[in-house]
């Protein structure tokens, strides 16, 4: 199979030119994936070695996207030897390899964000301080921040600038609270996920003969989106390539929009300063949307300064005009949207699942929920709780993580009266207290109770020697059983199944089901990881779980209802309609941004974003009041609706901008449509008798141009074209009356005469 056909001339340029550093500038819906899946294939088609190739992503699901192309090019088994995966299971994987030269254990576990919270509240609480200064979230975002810049905490203490820092924002002792939140994980043998990206940074810096053994190894380093590292992710890349410089990164700066997270636009921006022989390429087809969205969106963009200059163009249909949807509240806002889906849902036989409604943040879907529900509209929140972060599953996975790492403080203390067993909260505060007093672990206090008998009456002693023995146990089983037999057994015998079933209200036996389908998810895991030759044991299921993202929990097709998210969610998804709402001066761009022209040309590149997540067509709504802190407040159109030619724009106004602010002026009239092709002149319409009595049902594959078809509702009909591809494959039907429909395939039931 020769791929490189299935490129257009930029995209083979970038896939051929495997030497030296390479920038490949992807614009939106370019098709970057097929890009660096190609890439990948050459080299190995060249006769590079899987593992010497190196290819970075930021979620698990597109490096398995990627992995899965590759398979289907080279075949699995040379697939299944590249290093292919996200920053940060990449480098936990070196990590554990490494771990004792950075005092950790090969079996250290890592911490989620909640985790890291109740570590950070814990010690808030034990320093006595006062916890809606020291609010806990805001203190691990600074500590995370830090770490992001590579700053440890013994550096964070001892810098007089981020001391003025904290103590303006009245939290002088944030450095200590840094200081002991290291000291407890590297205690409890834990490391967060800023962690793995630190630690790694430390290894290299500390460790030189194994930073050349890696350098040595990764002879091609792929990056995608590289306009999302951060500092820490930017230096571990720059040290990696050094050696072979064989570097291709790719990404979109006009699509940097997670400087919150640390991201850095500059990484993208001076990669030609860092390897001034570096070799550009840029994808600039938009396969993705119609004409109108990409020129719409190029309109606003070109307006940023700091940017590397493309054109994206589209030569796919025209398309729609963007409609502009005015509203007088913002309750009235969610009314025309919902009223928008509707129509076209029903009207037009779309899918629920077509549809997505993006917001700049969260407080905005409370009406557009309600709005949805109303019109009895199915919908979901993207982003919601995942899986894995419901408490009951949360329990069992503590003790898990507690029978593989026995120091990891934040699962003990989760489950060590999970189910009631007697030990009161005052008993793990003595635990604490000794451990503390001695730097070891809770688990290292445990089983010296016998050098501490005094702190505790016998019968305490009774109940913590058997929670004891009980982990002792089941770390015993983990080396012997794979990952499936261990779980079911520690379910059981922990208690937690017993628990759940004496519960059997609905919310109970909800819980018991959650415990099964994790289960179910370890056991298919299991035979998985046997099959295909890889670790089956429970370390590695944990490991894969901790290394989730935000966007890997979400399944795909599974529900046909309508998507609600915010901006920063849907990078890198795709629907056939977005409705981008609240654009409002003050909430898109955001208030603090409006005087910041760095944050404000950010603010530009999310509405780029949010409007390139769409195929077919996009909406822009505002209100022209909302309520905020529970008042009604009159809000402007926002800048961003101005900055399209009016073009390219249809419905109740167009802007432009002024000195002072921007002021309506004539609404733009609906456009003027093309005429309908007169179906009847053309002989579209000589469709024949149908026998009813003949039909027999076809699948949706079969369907093709010039077949006439029998539709349940609609009758006899001419199919006229097909497009699309899978589920979203579409046929346009002439039906006997003369009338044009567009029918999902899927859904469409359509029958044949037979013969």
Known sequence: MNFLNELNENQQKAVLNTEGPSLVIAGAGSGKTRVLTYRIAQLLSQGVPAYKILALTFTNKAAREMQKRIAELVGTEIAANLWMGTFHSIFSKILRFEAEKLGYTSNYTIYDTQDSKNLVKSIIKEMKLDDKVYKPSAVLSRISMAKNNLIVAQSYAQSARILSEDTACKRPLLGEIYKQYQQRCKQSDTMDFDDLLLQTNILFRDHPEVLAKYQEKFQYILVDEYQDTNYAQYLIVKKLSQQHRNLCVVGDDAQ?????????????????????????????????????????????????????????????????????????????????????????????????????????????????????????????????????????????????????????????????NYPRRGIGDSTVEKIREIADKYHVSLWTVLCNLNKVADAFNSGTMSKLQKFGSMIERFRQLIPEENAYDTAVIIARSSGIIDDLSNDETPEGVSRKENIQELLNGIKDFSETAYKEGKDDKLPAFLEGVALLTDQDGEKEGDQNKVTLMTIHSSKGLEFANVFITGLEEELFPAQQSVTNPASLEEERRLFYVALTRAEKRAYMSFATSRYKNGQIVTSRPSRFIGEIDQEFLEGYLAMREESSGFKLRTPIMNRVRKPEINLHASGHTDIPEIDRSKLQPIDANQVIPGMIIYHPTFGAGKVINIEGLGVQKKAKVVFAAGEARTLLLKFAKLFVQQS
């Open 256 to 416: 940097s929009i997670y400087s919150f997270r640390g991201a850095r636009i500059e990484n993208i921006l001076n990669f030609k300063n860092d390897y001034p022989d570096y070799k550009l390429f840029k994808l600039e087809q938009n396969y993705r949307s119609t004409t109108t969205i990409v020129d719409a969106a190029n309109c606003v963009i070109r307006k940023n300064k700091e940017q590397i200059p493309k054109k994206t163009f589209s030569e796919n249909e025209e398309g729609e005009k963007i409609k502009v949807l005015r509203a007088l509240s913002d309750k009235e806002e969610g009314f025309q949207v919902t009223n928008e889906i509707f129509k076209l849902a029903n009207y037009e036989q779309q899918e629920y699942s077509d549809f997505a409604i993006l917001y700049r943040t969260n407080a905005q879907s409370r009406i557009l929920e309600e709005a949805l529900r109303k019109r009895n509209i199915p919908y979901k929140i993207y982003g919601g709780q995942s899986f894995y972060q419901r408490k009951e599953i949360k329990d069992l996975l503590a003790y898990f993580r507690l029978a593989v790492n026995q120091n990891d403080e934040e699962a003990f203390k989760r489950i060590i």
